[in-house]
């Protein structure tokens, strides 16, 4: 499964390098997400996780998006995440990434992410499906769906290493 998902980040990440950031005459336009994503299985070192139930935690992205008239965008997404088991421990990644547009509502991406104050870092491999919202003067403009596939390699002194891969479920609205 890990490897599916590598294969998959390296496939998006070919597909984004050879497509370039169109600009349109106005120059690029600027848009963002918020939402909330919650993790619901992890795999690490040969044991599954059933993290809604065992290690329930909950993420609340934010991104900002810079897109040209072309199918590429840039996406750069902070992500806070409370953890309610454990440690109980609060933490943030910073995640940019580059998002390829297929049509029809749906896009393929990928993010590097970068945990702040841990040891850890990651490519998080992601499908999304938008729909639009056709309310007159709505400061959002979308809402959507997305399958995140994180993969991170944890490095932390002195323990074992360990690269943890996640599904997890994203849901959110865009402007």
């Not at 329930?56 to 902070?78: M, Q």
């Not at 998080?124 to 499906?129: K, M």
């Not at 399958?147 to 959110?172: E, I, K, W």
Request: charged share 10%; hydrophobic share 45%.
């Amino acid at each position: 499964m890990r490897k599916t998902c590598i294969v998959f980040a390296t496939l998006a990440m070919a597909l984004a390098g050879k497509m370039s950031l169109a600009q349109s005459q106005d120059g690029p336009t600027l848009g963002g997400h918020i939402g909330f994503a919650i993790p619901l299985v992890t795999e690490s070192g040969g044991n599954w996780t059933n993290d809604a139930a065992n290690q329930f935690a909950i993420t609340f992205p934010v991104g900002i998006t810079v897109k040209g008239s072309g199918h590429l965008a840039f996406d750069f997404e902070l992500d806070p995440t409370i953890n309610t088991t454990g440690t109980r421990a609060t933490t943030l990644a910073v995640a940019p990434g580059l998002i390829y547009g297929l049509g029809h509502g749906w896009a393929l991406g990928t993010r590097l992410a970068f945990n702040v104050n841990a040891s850890s870092w990651g490519i998080v491999p992601l499908i999304n499906h938008s729909w639009p919202i056709k309310r007159e003067g709505s400061f959002f403009k979308t809402y959507f769906i997305e399958g995140d596939f994180p993969v991170l390699f944890n490095r932390t002194v002195g323990q074992p290493a360990s690269d943890p891969f996640t599904f997890q479920m994203h849901f959110g609205l865009g402007f």
